[in-house]
């Protein structure tokens, strides 16, 4: 699964996408491209306890790739097929709307001030007249066309309601849609079907206070349109990451944190996009599997090794808060609390999973 971030110039994104995916930001902002890709991982504590009773020789996170999607041009610059920013925003599968509220006058805001509903807008405006274009455009080749059948008036009429919430500035994700009316735009790959997420960056002391500019404005303007909003102090996570273990701890109690912002913005990212991970134990590898919700535990298996889902016989399966009030699989197993799951068992997120398979 991808995710990219988007914003305006100077709003910290890319430091953030050097935070998420620990690529050095002087590497990440001097790409020539329109867009960075890295891997971000998902901190989990579930993996870090397994990783402490079994001191594997391997642990591995959960990841998702992230994009900093540069090349941004303001709303009627070009079409939306030349645009590089639209091009690359059309690439992920969801996206972390990046907004500054930090002050710094060594900084400049490419429109000479901080107004962080502005710059929402900005982008949202440059996201729905994209989206506007191609359903205007489509409407009209159907009502140009010789014989409009079934099919084409039931696409019609699905577009003009989209073509109505998008008037309003409106996404098509508000409109209400059901399953079988999403499929009529499967082949459109519109921009504002994706998830979207705010994420505001702070200065140091706007993070402790709990004080920005516009703080309403942007509280209604994320309850109204039902997007996940977080705050976080990229300059100062900055600073923490390049701290030793012991002394991150400390700045971070002395914030009053216990997760940096990167951490919990990648957990959310993470559950928005509809994933869960089962894990995996033993000396060689502690491992979380990223899986979407509502999976199999033969089509889990397959996640693994194509074998396992092809030869499929049980799943050994425990909860992982099971495993960790018992503290061992074996006393696991003695108080029950492990179980033989059949191919049509739903996985669930944080159960430990051993497959037996033939093949």
């Known amino acids: 699964?991808?995710?990219?971030?988007?914003?305006?110039?100077?709003?910290?994104?890319?430091?953030?996408?050097?935070?998420?995916?620990?690529?050095?930001?002087?590497?990440?902002?001097?790409?020539?491209?329109?867009?960075?890709?890295?891997?971000?991982?998902?901190?989990?504590?579930?993996?870090?306890?397994?990783?402490?009773?079994?001191?594997?020789?391997?642990?591995?996170?959960?990841?998702?790739?992230?994009?900093?999607?540069?090349?941004?041009?303001?709303?009627?610059?070009?079409?939306?097929?030349?645009?590089?920013?639209?091009e690359s925003v059309r690439q992920v599968d969801a996206l972390v709307l990046v907004a500054r509220l930090f002050r710094n006058d060594e900084v400049f805001h490419v429109e000479g001030s901080i107004d962080p509903i502005r710059d929402i807008e900005t982008i949202n405006t440059e996201i729905l007249f994209s989206d506007l274009s191609i359903v205007e455009n489509r409407i009209s080749r159907i009502e140009k066309s010789n014989k409009i059948t079934k099919d084409m008036q039931n696409e019609m009429d699905i577009l003009k309601k989209c073509k109505g919430a998008l008037e309003e500035g409106k996404h098509i994700t508000s409109v209400g849609l059901t399953e079988e009316e999403m499929q009529y735009l499967k082949s459109f790959s519109f921009l504002t079907e994706r998830p979207l997420v705010l994420l505001l960056n702070l200065d140091e002391q706007q993070f402790r206070s709990g004080e920005y500019p516009q703080k309403g404005e942007i509280q209604r303007y994320s309850k109204e349109r039902g997007v996940p909003c977080l705050e976080i102090c990229a300059g100062t996570e900055l600073e923490i990451s390049r701290l030793e273990e012991e002394d991150k701890k400390l700045f971070m109690e002395d914030l009053g944190i216990t997760e940096t912002g990167t951490g919990r913005l990648a957990s959310v990212m993470y559950d928005f996009l509809g994933l869960i991970s089962f894990l995996t134990d033993g000396a060689d590898e502690v491992r979380a599997w990223p899986v979407r919700k509502g999976i199999s535990a033969k089509e889990a298996g397959g996640k693994i090794h194509s074998d396992i889902e092809r030869g499929f016989i049980r799943a050994e399966v425990v909860a992982f808060e099971d495993f960790r009030k018992t503290g061992s699989m074996q006393k696991a197993r003695e108080k029950g609390l492990v179980r033989l799951e059949g191919k049509e068992y739903i996985i669930k997120d944080g159960d430990i999973v051993n497959f037996r398979f033939n093949i």
């Open 1 to 86: 699964m991808k995710i990219g971030l988007i914003g305006l110039p100077a709003s910290g994104k890319t430091t953030i996408f050097s935070l998420l995916t620990n690529i050095s930001a002087d590497a990440a902002a001097s790409g020539k491209t329109t867009a960075n890709t890295g891997i971000a991982k998902i901190p989990d504590d579930r993996i870090d306890y397994l990783s402490s009773v079994y001191n594997p020789r391997k642990t591995t996170y959960a990841t998702i790739e992230v994009t900093d999607i540069k090349g941004f041009a303001s709303a009627g610059s070009s079409s939306a097929s030349a645009n590089p920013f639209l």
